[in-house]
């Protein structure tokens, strides 16, 4: 950008276009709102069902090592 000054009808008309720009509606908001809740919430929901399923494995590895170590 430049330090020169705006031109006033340039400004005049900035100020004219960004006064006739749409506006998002409340609606929308709320849907895009909605959409990244649920994205954050499935990401979260995947990263535990990771977790559970890791840990899982893990326990059913320990008792099959547990079992075939005990004598009878």
Do not use: C, F, K, Y
């Not at 929308?28 to 995947?46: I, P, S, Y």
Request: glycine share 2%.
């Amino acid at each position: 950008m430049s330090d020169e000054p705006m031109d006033p009808e340039i400004a005049a008309l900035a100020e004219q276009l960004d006064a006739q720009r749409p506006r998002p509606s409340n609606r929308l908001r709320r849907r895009v709102h909605g959409v990244l809740t649920t994205a954050l919430l499935q990401r979260a929901l995947r990263r535990r069902s990771v977790w559970l399923v890791a840990s899982g494995s893990l326990v059913m590895v320990v008792a099959a090592v547990l079992a075939t170590a005990t004598p009878n």
